[in-house]
């Protein structure tokens, strides 16, 4: 009996769920309590676009895009590519290339030889002009330290041998004679007098007192057109542009001439007075090479006013 009534209660309890139905309309939305009543958006006009948000700023109109010129007639216009593809080239300009193409210019033989190798004819040199200015205030100079020489006409050998304000110095300072007179610029003679002057003077009365009074300076070779050691290539020597001067040995009231050769080892006060001014030739010169320097050195000192980049000197 118990179970008859069980049974009929699920039944009648199925059959209320099958028949119940959800409302037609769902729960509303309620009104936020800090908005008062929900109102609907008010619809827009056709062909109107909704109003940017607040934080993010209005589109600015574009500016205007000029048109291309239409390029004049004479100037044809620039050729169109397409977008990822590289411009060509321009052509290049000029007479249409000879059958087999470009051939290297013959160059003549001599071009193709190093400075090391060329001849003084194949250097094609030219001879360096000198400032009038620069000319007559060394000259002032000369005269001031008592120098006797005297001008003379241009020397122009070829090949780029010459001087172009040579002078001819016989007395190099008061009562010292250089002989044989020398051909030379004016800024080697004035170096010479003043090393003469300020150093090896000075030098004989301390070492070789003995000897007197300084009186003549032998000189092996001033002007002269020809390169470096009288070689048949290599570089021209500063003989050939009046820039050197080589002093072969010095002559005193008394005693033997004091002749310059290799004295390194030389342990007398001879030795000590040449390896001095050999030394303070630097100072007055640009190049100074002694008898220790090489073979073609061995009997007189090399000294020229040679011009280096940055003021440089070689002394040896």
Known sequence: MR?????????AATAFLAGARLPPHGPLPQPRPDT???????????????????????????????????PAADQPSAPQTEPGKPEPAEPMQGPPLPPGGLKSPQTPAEENKPPAEQTLEEQHLTIEPESDTEHAVC??????????????????????????????????LPGIALKPEATIRCPAALALARWLK?????????ALPEQGRLTTVNQATSYMCRLRNGAETGKISEHARGNAIDIASFHFEKGEDVAVRSRREDPTLTGAFQRTVSAAGCIYFTTVLDPESDAAHETHFHLDVMERKGGYRYCH
Not at 3 to 11: D, E, F, G, N, Y
Not at 56 to 63: D, G, R, S, T
Not at 142 to 164: E, H, M, Q, S, W
């Open 3 to 11: 179970k008859l009534s069980i049974l009929a209660i699920l039944l």
């Open 36 to 70: 008062g009543a929900a109102t609907s958006p008010t619809p827009l006009p056709d062909n109107t676009e909704p109003p940017a948000p607040a934080d993010v700023p209005a589109p600015q109109p574009k500016p205007d895009v000029k048109e291309p010129e239409t």
């Open 139 to 172: 000259t002032a100079e000369l005269r001031a330290l008592g120098v006797v020489f005297k001008d003379t006409p241009r020397i122009d050998d070829g090949n780029g041998c010459g001087i172009d304000k040579p002078i001819i110095v016989s007395e190099v």
């Open 198 to 206: 300020d150093s090896v003077i000075p030098a004989a009365s301390a």
